[in-house]
C-alpha cells in the first residue's frame, strides 16, 4: 500500500504511516503500546447516555449525573468530600467509579516569578507528560500533551527524540485543564485567584494524532458548563506539524478554534530535514489545507517557524516564505517566528539576534503579520518542542 492509498480516516485516528528508515515514519507506537492497556474510564470519556448507565448501575436516579458534570466542570472537584449533594454513603464510590485519578503530580518547576509553572505527571502506566501553565496580566494559558511522546520525528525537538508511546484518552487530557482551573481558581498561581483563559494543544504530541480525544477535548473544555469548561473555543490553539487529513476534519467541524501549523521551512527541501512529515504533506499541501482552514473559520492561521541559526533564518527563507503566504491573498496567517530553545544533544541552535530581527523585518516589508513568540517558561524547559522531562 501507498501512502496515498492509506485512508483519511486511518491516517487521522491513528497518526500511523507506512514504515521506512527515515524519521518521517517514526510514528509507530512503541512495541509496548499492546501491553499498556487503556487508562481507567472517566466521567469526560464517556457520552451521557453511558453517565447515566453507570450511575443506575451503582442506584443512582439519573438527575445525579447532572450534579457530577457540575462538581466537574463547574466547580473542578473530583473528591468525595466536595459531593455534598450526595448522601454520605455513596460519596466514596461516585468519585472512584466516575473520576478514577487519572494523572499524579511527579514534580513542578516554578519559572518568571511564580507566573509559570511546569507540572510533569505520572499517568496510570507510569508514562510521563507534561502541562505548563502561564500566566499573563490579561489571560492565563495552558499548554497541554496529546500523546505520551510525539512519533513526528522533528529532530530539533525534545518530545520528538523520545517517539511516540501511546495516545492519551480524552480524561486524561482534560484532566490537565481541570487540575490548571483548580489551581487557578484557588488562587495557586502568583497574582491570586483567577480564571483559566487560554488551552493550547502545544505539548507534547501531534493532537491530529489522536484526532477523537483532541475533538472530545476541545468539545468539553468549550462547552458551558454543566456540559464543559466554558472557555471560548476561540480560546483554544490546535497546533499541527501539517497533517492535512487532520486540519480538513478540523475544518469540517465548526469550531472556531485556532489552527497553529508547525511551519518551520519555507521549502520542501529543507522542511523534509527539520519537519519529516513533510515527506508526507508537503509545504503546499499544508498551506492549502490552512488556507481552507482560514476561509472556513474566518480565523487566522498562525504559522510557527522555530528560527535555526543559520539553518532556516536566513534572508532567502524569510522571503521565499512570504512569498508562499502571499501567494494566498492578505492578511489570512500570522507567523510566529520563535528562537529555537536548544535542546542537549542538538546540533542546532537558537539564531543571533540580528538574523531574527532581518528575518521579521522582510516578512513586515512583505505585508506579513509576524511577532516574535515570547519564550516564556524557557528556563524551565517549557517553551515549545521542549516539553520532554528529563526524568521521562
Ligand atoms: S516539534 Fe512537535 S511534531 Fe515535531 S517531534 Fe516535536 S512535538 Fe512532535
Sequence with gaps: MTDKNISTQESVESGITEGGRTGAFRDVLAKDHARRGKPPIHFTDMS????IAKAQELGLPKFRVKQLANHYYGHFDVNANDFTDFPASARQQVAEEFFPTLITEV?????????TIKTLWNLFDNAKIE???????????????????????????????LGLTRNMSTGEILEQVRVAAKMMQDGKVA?????????????MGEPMGNY????SAVKQISAMPPEGFGISARNITVSTVGVVPGIRKLTQEGIPVRLAVSLHAPNNELRDELVPMNKRFNVDEVLDAAHDYYL???????IEYALMRGINDQEIHARQLANKLNHYGDNW??????????????????????????FLDILHEAGITATLRDTRGQDIDGACGQLAAKNV
Aim: aromatic content about 4%.
Design 48 to 51: 451521557v447516555d453511558e453517565r
Design 107 to 115: 514534580t513542578h518547576q516554578v519559572a518568571d516569578d511564580g507566573m
Design 131 to 161: 502541562s505548563v501553565l502561564m500566566r499573563y496580566p490579561n489571560r492565563a494559558t495552558l499548554c497541554i500533551s496529546s500523546q505520551v511522546g510525539c512519533g513526528m520525528g522533528c529532530p530539533f525537538c525534545a518530545t520528538g527524540k
Design 191 to 203: 497574582g491570586g485567584p483567577g480564571r483559566l483563559s487560554n488551552v493550547v494543544f502545544m505539548g
Design 212 to 215: 477523537r480525544a483532541l475533538i
Design 296 to 302: 472556513a473559520s474566518k480565523r487566522r492561521v498562525s
Design 333 to 358: 496567517a500570522h507567523v510566529n517566528p520563535i528562537p529555537l530553545n536548544p535542546i542537549e544533544g542538538s546540533k542546532w541552535t537558537a539564531s543571533k539576534p540580528e538574523d531574527e530581527e532581518r
